[in-house]
């Protein structure tokens, strides 16, 4: 496939659009194929007033409906394009039936922006939110016309980075990838932005073709923000565990550390939200309120690698809100993070939000929200609007025990207290997030979630006076991550996990008291088996994935795409002599002198410590509760010293600002 440089027109050959318009009748859903939504952004080819352009493809790698409301990628591409000498699109996994259509064709992976060839970009950023889209980037390269293996690629062909938190252990798919970035991307894309432009003009001199990809490579590395797997070599011992990662040339540092974006007022994005043309699965604008947690649940990777906490002041939530409702037009804002109830101030912008909104057509939403941060005030205010949704708690684990193997300090008398609250001032819904096959878990501590589940009807029949009261049991499968006390963990067998499912199924539908007023949802232990093995997987697993993909694997993220056969059959084909399985990536409990696939890689996180409370969490006798040092005296994680940052946090004691008209 060419590499040459397209024209800046649409109508030019560097768009493909002329010969996809004619096929979009023959797919489904053909407008998440076609671009130009509300707030997209459209660049000449050769957009810089002087110089080289810098131009980026952004992927999620999921289909349209979604991908396009992923904030990350949102975030990213309009930073990017507010740069006159940066051009940025962005690209998302096709379904089948255009995959059909592009290769019978020739029709390369394109942007849906300018719809150009991804292949004549200068960087490929793929955003992974989820271990299960490796295969949609195997596909996407491939459509693209790129070399699948890094090491087969050219001077021509864009850098392929990954990001995103599955970028923390990118060793399953190193094979393909020439860099990855840790952490926040807003500052990172323009610092590598500015690389590729001076590596660009010096190849356009006299003599700048020996100023190769390579050294490029070797410029972003050096930094030691930026990891590129072909400069290190892995060494495995006898016993199939890594014996060492090391550097294989000068310069190069031993360790890649994280990015952490301090001060989120001066970076208030996304100010130009995009409107979706097709369906998808969040319509809302969506407002990050804080980023990081450090409530220390064990489980948690999100919570482990974002520290440290730093919030958006209520007058920067106040004019996002108002700015994104304006440009976008949606009637939903989500304020979201990880523990949003967690913000010093939140009493104070769900009060300001609501009375500025009261009587439009405006509603506002929290994700889930903690049982010890929930109050119904709180509860009151987001659904002033006429707006009241089912509320959302996660308890996590199913007996008092277990939450404090977690430390997740909820117990029975928290639950059942905030949600008789809610039952009594109005709310008929409640739904608990539960997880299955967390470290020292027995079938008991999984069967108290049906008498909790039941407890919690009970209550709420008794303060509501009513009978058409309902909480539905979301329950999933725990998958132990990488930067997390639990990364040491063996994960239960997805054999047990559905037997442990089915006996807590049995034991909430028998009981015809409760039965029919408790929703059960779950999905099978497969896919999170899967989800383990690439989650903490080594640069072996790239063979088992490329296996994958080769055999028809896309959407494993989906369970009517995803094939547990075909991925074990995989493992046992692409692993065969190595010494290793599908088990010994999963089922395996790690040592702590075992050379981990990631621990070249630094979130911050002292090694020594993460150790000590993997091993309270496992110690019976343990009554150690870490709790958060937003509140409390640091127990030192290691995050604020190695990265030289801070928790920022209020109250600012400010207000927010009534609008003069809505």
């Not at 020739?106 to 004549?120: A, S």
């Not at 996002?320 to 913000?343: Q, T, Y």
């Not at 069967?447 to 009970?458: E, P, S, T, Y």
């Amino acid at each position: 496939m060419s590499g040459v440089r397209p024209e800046p027109d649409r109508e030019s050959s560097g768009s493909v659009f002329p010969r996809l318009e004619p096929r979009l009748s023959s797919v489904q859903k053909p407008i998440q194929y076609v671009g130009g939504e509300l707030n997209s952004t459209v660049k000449e080819w050769d957009c810089a007033p002087e110089g080289p352009t810098v131009r980026w493809a952004l992927m999620y790698p999921d289909a349209y409906e979604v991908g396009l409301p992923n904030q990350g990628v949102q975030i990213l591409y309009e930073v990017l394009n507010e740069r006159d000498w940066i051009l940025a699109e962005r690209t998302y996994s096709v379904w089948q039936d255009m995959e059909a259509v592009m290769r019978e064709d020739g029709i390369p992976q394109f942007t849906v922006d300018g719809h150009r060839p991804v292949r004549d970009f200068d960087v490929f950023g793929i955003s992974f939110s989820t271990e299960l889209g490796y295969t949609n980037m195997l596909n996407a390269l491939d459509l693209a016309g790129i070399a699948l293996h890094a090491v087969d690629r050219g001077d021509d062909d864009p850098i392929v980075l990954a990001g995103g938190h599955a970028a923390f252990n990118p060793e399953p798919i190193a094979t393909f990838l020439d860099a990855a970035v840790l952490g926040d991307g807003e500052e990172v894309v323009l610092a590598i932005s500015e690389v590729v432009r001076e590596w660009k003009q010096e190849r356009q001199r006299p003599g700048g073709s020996a100023v190769t990809r390579d050294e490029l490579l070797r410029r972003l590395a050096v930094t030691g923000n930026v990891y590129v797997p072909k400069f290190y070599d892995v060494a495995y011992a006898a016993d199939g565990t890594i014996e060492a990662v090391v550097p294989n040339r000068p310069g190069i540092p031993y360790r890649v550390t994280k990015h952490t974006l301090m001060d989120l007022d001066a970076w208030p994005y996304p100010a130009k939200p995009l409107v979706p043309l097709a369906e998808t699965v969040h319509e809302r604008f969506s407002v990050e309120i804080f980023r990081g947690c450090t409530r220390g649940c064990r489980f948690c990777q999100a919570g482990m690698i974002t520290r440290p906490v730093r919030e958006r002041s209520i007058e920067t939530i106040g004019a996002m809100v108002e700015n994104g409702i304006r440009k976008s037009g949606f009637e939903e804002v989500g304020l979201l993070s990880l523990s949003s109830a967690d913000h010093t101030e939140i009493a104070e912008v769900a009060k300001g939000l609501a009375d500025r909104y009261e009587g439009s057509n405006v509603s506002l939403s929290l994700p889930s929200t903690r049982v010890d941060a929930f109050n119904i005030n709180l509860a009151n205010e987001f659904s002033r609007n006429g707006r009241r949704s089912g509320l959302t708690f996660a308890p996590e684990g199913g007996s008092e025990r277990l939450r404090k193997v977690i430390n997740k300090m909820v117990t029975e008398e928290d639950l059942i207290r905030t949600v008789a609250a809610a039952y009594s001032h109005g709310w008929r819904q409640v739904k608990l997030y539960f997880m299955c096959g967390l470290p020292t878990e027995t079938d008991a501590d999984v069967l108290q979630i049906a008498d909790l589940a039941k407890k919690v009807i009970a209550k709420g029949r008794e303060v509501s006076g009513r009978n058409d009261i309902r909480c539905t049991v979301s329950i999933g499968g725990f998958v132990p991550k990488p930067h997390t006390p639990f990364q040491w963990a063996a994960q239960l067998d997805h054999e047990t996990t559905d037997a442990r499912l089915k006996k807590l199924r049995d034991a909430v539908r028998d009981d015809k008291r409760y039965g029919r007023a408790i929703g059960f949802r779950y999905h099978d232990g497969k896919p999170g088996t899967i989800e383990g093995l690439l989650s903490r997987g080594d640069r072996r697993v790239a063979a088992v994935i490329e296996q994958v993909w080769r055999d028809g694997g896309r959407f494993d993220g989906w369970s009517e795409h995803f094939s547990y056969d075909r991925w074990a059959e995989s493992c046992a084909t692409a692993l065969a002599g190595t010494g290793v399985d599908l088990d010994w990536y999963t089922t395996r409990e790690r040592d702590y002198d075992e050379v981990l696939p990631w621990d070249h890689l630094d979130s911050g996180l002292d090694k020594d410590w993460l150790w000590a409370d993997w091993e309270d969490a496992i110690d019976p006798t343990s009554e150690t509760e870490v709790e958060d040092c937003r509140w409390t005296p640091c127990y030192d994680c290691g995050v604020c010293p190695e990265m030289n940052t801070e928790i920022q946090i209020g109250p600012t004691g400010r207000s927010l600002l009534p609008l003069a008209v809505v």
